[in-house]
Nanobody, 116 residues
Framework: VQLQASGGGLGQAGGSLRLSCAGSGRMLSVFHMDWWRQAPGKEREFVASISGSGAINYGDSVKGRFTISRDNAKNTIYLQMNSLKSEDTAVYYC???????????WGQGTLVTVSS
């Protein structure tokens, strides 16, 4: 399974960005999918997850602002990021696991920079 994350870039505080995680080699619908992020000098932080059945969880810092979704026809996971804050600046990674909490595959990361 290969995961290709894209959609990062420069965003404005209060603005929006949408990240994509495209899968190849296997249908992502069988996986529990996560978004994680890592800011400079900080530990990796959980952002959001969506199970194969559609159950969704969010990290406390993004609740109410970010939305995770999946398009099985496109074999892609999305992270819609609204009301961006400077503290959202990080490299964002998508990950796929056969079960929740297990990360068998990682994407390469996409950098999000939010200017205030």
């Amino acid at each position: 399974v290969q995961l290709q994350a894209s959609g990062g870039g420069l965003g404005q505080a209060g603005g929006s960005l949408r990240l994509s995680c495209a899968g190849s080699g296997r249908m992502l619908s069988v996986f529990h999918m996560d978004w994680w992020r890592q800011a400079p000098g900080k530990e990796r932080e959980f952002v959001a997850s969506i199970s194969g059945s559609g159950a969704i969880n969010y990290g406390d810092s993004v609740k109410g602002r970010f939305t995770i979704s999946r398009d099985n026809a496109k074999n892609t996971i999305y992270l819609q990021m609204n009301s961006l804050k400077s503290e959202d600046t990080a490299v964002y990674y998508c990950a796929a696991g056969f079960v929740d909490g297990e990360y068998n595959y990682w994407g390469q990361g996409t950098l999000v920079t939010v200017s205030s």
